[in-house]
């Protein structure tokens, strides 16, 4: 009887406070009024909180995880143990990367890490030297996977990818450079043309949409017809 209980507290108490905080959170959005503004501070300050703990949390978990990789050899442990040197060494150079600055009030302000161990300078050298360059490498390579799957997409197999095809090749030639040249300013014209009425009419319909499934969705998990992203799929 108590396992009873005790698993209809864990479906109920966590539905039941995500339905009070989300009326309340709607209420002060809509009726504004100084101590339900104070509480819905408040309560973005302690997400804030959870937010944080649900970062150590998970630091606890890749650590157990990968940790054992390592420890029993499996298959690909090489990269768990460089997982872990990396995040742990990018975990000390942010703890360590406190650097005093002057405000132009006169406030002595310090930022980043908790202690002043001077790793802020190993840390913009990673940025820098490491992280940057290693962005511009990955997003560079995507460019072909693009350029191939816009050749698949402009194939013309019916009058939806022949305008499909048309609208794109206009939009290609007039930002790249030699399409002005060859069709002269109007392409240009026409590129911005389809681009703030025609795809811009499309975009806010699928906008509108989505702000209306996403209303939908949280009336659902707000009421407790939704079991999933609250309580892992029980009930």
Aim: charged share 10%; with cysteine; net charge positive.
């Amino acid at each position: 009887m108590a396992k009873l209980i005790a698993m209809d507290l864990k479906k109920t108490v966590p539905v039941t406070l995500a339905f009070i905080m989300g009326i309340f959170g709607a209420f002060a959005y809509f009726y504004y009024t100084k101590p339900t503004a104070d509480v819905l501070a408040n309560a973005i300050v302690f997400d804030g909180v959870m937010g944080s703990m649900a970062m150590g949390i998970s630091l606890i978990n890749i650590s157990l995880i990968h940790g054992r990789n390592v420890q029993r050899k499996r298959k690909g442990w090489f990269f768990s143990l460089l997982l872990l040197a990396v995040m742990y060494f990018g975990l000390i150079i942010g703890l360590g990367a406190m650097k005093p600055f002057i405000e132009e009030t006169g406030t002595k302000v310090q930022y980043y890490g908790l202690f002043d161990w001077g790793t802020e300078s190993i840390g913009y050298f990673l940025v820098n030297a490491i992280t940057n360059p290693a962005s511009t490498t990955v997003f560079s390579l995507l460019a072909f996977y693009i350029a191939s799957a816009a050749y698949r997409s402009f194939r013309v197999r019916g009058i939806d990818s022949a305008i499909l095809l048309i609208s794109g090749s206009l939009v290609l030639l007039g930002q790249a450079p030699i399409g002005s040249v060859i069709f002269g300013p109007g392409i240009g014209t026409l590129r911005t043309w389809i681009l703030s009425v025609p795809n811009m009419a499309g975009s806010r319909g699928c906008q509108i949409g989505i702000a209306i499934g996403a209303i939908a969705m949280s009336i659902r998990v707000l009421f407790g017809y939704e079991r999933k992203p609250t309580l892992g799929g029980m009930g």
